[in-house]
């Protein structure tokens, strides 16, 4: 099923004490959203600080 909707809060938690929360060992974990920017941000995520210097590679099929 393809959901592209916000998640909830308590879908979308680091806590690594949650069973079903995946174990992230990086230091630095981006996404994108168009209008969810709130939700992540209760959950510690912030902009970048400096956007100019990422860039994406994006491979189709």
Excluded: C
């Excluded at 909830?8 to 949650?18: A, G, K, L, N, V």
């Excluded at 941000?41 to 491979?59: A, I, N, Q, S, T």
């Amino acid at each position: 099923m393809n959901d592209d909707r916000p998640r909830q809060r308590h879908e979308i938690s680091s806590d690594p004490s949650r069973p079903d929360a995946a174990r992230i060992h990086h230091r630095r974990f981006t996404l994108a959203t168009e209008d969810a920017h709130g939700a992540y941000e209760k959950v510690d995520f912030e902009p970048l600080k400096d956007p100019h210097k990422w860039m994406y590679f994006l491979r189709l099929g």
